[in-house]
Nanobody, 125 residues
Framework: QVQLVESGGGLVQAGDSLRLSCAAS????????MGWFRQAPGKEREFVAA????????YYADSVKARFTISRDNAKNTVYLQMNSLKPEDTAVYFC??????????????????WGQGTQVTVSS
């Protein structure tokens, strides 16, 4: 069982930056694919970014490409999401997710077995 704990959310103004962190309890964190998803009120959960051990690549949703950066520190069992040039439409609860299985696309929530509790990001205009 892997536990994920997100932190770093908050209320910011449009154009500001935030860095989200996700600390994982996995003993073999380095071989987990890690993803960030978000869910706005009344909307479905959507993919934001992924850092995949399985392919050695990172992936981003088109809506955040060039503004958000996912990274990981395997020594700290932590994955980060640096969010720059935030927009009001980025307002959502952000979830960290993990899996060590290669089932489904990296951008599919069904791929991931473990989820954090979420952290709220609110961007005012």
């Amino acid at each position: 069982q892997v536990q994920l704990v997100e932190s770093g959310g908050g209320l910011v103004q449009a154009g500001d930056s935030l860095r989200l962190s996700c600390a994982a309890s996995a003993r073999t964190f380095a071989i987990y694919d890690m993803g960030w998803f978000r869910q706005a009120p009344g909307k479905e959960r959507e993919f934001v970014a992924a850092d995949t051990w399985s392919s050695g690549r990172t992936y981003y949703a088109d809506s955040v490409k060039a503004r958000f950066t996912i990274s990981r520190d395997n020594a700290k069992n932590t994955v980060y999401l640096q969010m720059n040039s935030l927009k009001p439409e980025d307002t959502a609860v952000y979830f960290c997710a993990a899996t060590n299985r290669i089932v489904g696309g990296y951008d599919s929530a069904r791929r991931y077995d473990y989820w954090g509790q979420g952290t709220q990001v609110t961007v005012s205009s």
